[in-house]
T-cell receptor
Framework: DTEVTQTPKHLVMGMTNKKSLKCEQHMGHRAMYWYKQKAKKPPELMFVYSYEKLSINESVPSRFSPECPNSSLLNLHLHALQPEDSALYLC?????????????FGPGTRLTVT | AQRVTQPEKLLSVFKGAPVELKCNYSYSGSPELFWYVQYSRQRLQLLLRHISRESIKGFTADLNKGETSFHLKKPFAQEEDSAMYYCALREAPGGYNKLIFGAGTRLAVHP
């Protein structure tokens, strides 16, 4: 299995809702990432996990809360989002954080905040 | 700040024509650069990395430290090359694998 999967594909939520995005990989990768991609913009890094520990938080607002329950799963918990948070959320994984490790991307979850 | 600049939002060529997608970077350390590609309705995927000095799908890219460039080239474009291309710089603060993407260039190859 050489894919990163993400669920759901689409999500519409109100500003008072609580929802979660899920990401899974079974390639034995020990680094996992969350990116945010606004329309017609490049992906921007949000969080990096290495060996299930948070390594990088790119000053992301606390209404986004990542979680890495095990080496194969990465969640992004959402609460009290704003309409400007509407974007494509990409998950990626790599073997680890060293060298020129290729990052494998999932298809993304398209989030709309109403 | 480290930056990646792709000056062209759209590059439109005819099939068989040469293609060059420009990428310039600013980085205080030793750069590690990549090209990622996103075909229509497909996920973002690695095309090539500068350290490998390889040719993938006929594309090559040479790191020019003097000009701080990593342009992507192909001598004869094919229609299936139409996609969004992102140049990316790996920043490694404390050894972390952080990618900084350029704004992207959409390549449209016409028959």
């Amino acid at each position: 299995d050489t894919e990163v999967t993400q669920t759901p594909k689409h999500l519409v939520m109100g500003m008072t809702n609580k929802k979660s995005l899920k990401c899974e990989q079974h390639m034995g990768h020990r680094a996992m990432y969350w990116y945010k991609q606004k329309a017609k913009k490049p992906p921007e890094l949000m969080f990096v996990y290495s060996y299930e520990k948070l390594s990088i938080n790119e000053s992301v607002p606390s209404r986004f809360s990542p979680e890495c329950p095990n080496s194969s799963l990465l969640n992004l918990h959402l609460h009290a989002l704003q309409p400007e948070d509407s974007a494509l959320y990409l998950c990626a994984s790599s073997q680890d954080l060293s060298g020129q490790r290729e990052q494998y991307f999932g298809p993304g979850t398209r989030l709309t905040v109403t | 700040a480290q930056r990646v600049t792709q000056p062209e939002k759209l590059l439109s060529v005819f099939k068989g024509a040469p293609v060059e997608l420009k990428c310039n970077y600013s980085y205080s350390g030793s750069p590690e650069l990549f090209w990622y590609v996103q075909y229509s309705r497909q996920r973002l995927q690695l095309l090539l990395r500068h350290i490998s000095r390889e040719s993938i799908k006929g594309f090559t890219a040479d790191l020019n430290k003097g000009e701080t460039s990593f342009h992507l080239k192909k001598p004869f474009a094919q229609e299936e090359d139409s996609a969004m291309y992102y140049c990316a710089l790996r920043e490694a603060p404390g050894g972390y694998n952080k990618l900084i993407f350029g704004a992207g260039t959409r390549l449209a190859v016409h028959p």
